[in-house]
Nanobody
Framework: QVHLVESGGGLVQPGGSLRLSCAAS????????MTWYRQAPGKQRELVAQ???????TYADSVKGRFTISRDNAKNTVFLQMNSLKPEDTAVYSC??????????????WGQGTQVTVSS
């Protein structure tokens, strides 16, 4: 069984920084694309940042230049470094990964989400 757990969320002032982590555990053979999503109250979930297995990265226009996604394959972990945070970044951030277990086929897995609040 595979589980994803996010950490690093919290309350930060505008202009501040946070670093989110998402670690996958279980009988994992390989992890493909890793993605961070966010959802604010009353709004649709949106893609924030994505990193492929060959380290190709994509970002939402609203976070480009401020956020950086990275991965540590040895630790089955994806990170999201968030700098110059704005109130509009306030949301629940969730990680998603496509994972190949030792037995079975590739499918998507989701973490439970971590709250990020940017406020003075």
């Amino acid at each position: 069984q595979v589980h994803l757990v996010e950490s690093g969320g919290g309350l930060v002032q505008p202009g501040g920084s946070l670093r989110l982590s998402c670690a996958a555990s279980g009988t994992i053979f390989k992890i493909y694309t890793m993605t961070w999503y966010r959802q604010a109250p009353g709004k649709q979930r949106e893609l924030v940042a994505q990193i492929s297995r060959i380290n190709t990265t994509t970002y939402a226009d609203s976070v480009k230049g401020r956020f950086t996604i990275s991965r540590d394959n040895a630790k089955n972990t994806v990170f999201l470094q968030m700098n110059s945070l704005k109130p509009e970044d306030t949301a629940v951030y969730s990680c998603q990964m496509f994972i190949q277990p030792f037995v079975g086929s590739v499918r998507d897995y989701w973490g439970q989400g971590t709250q990020v609040t940017v406020s003075s």
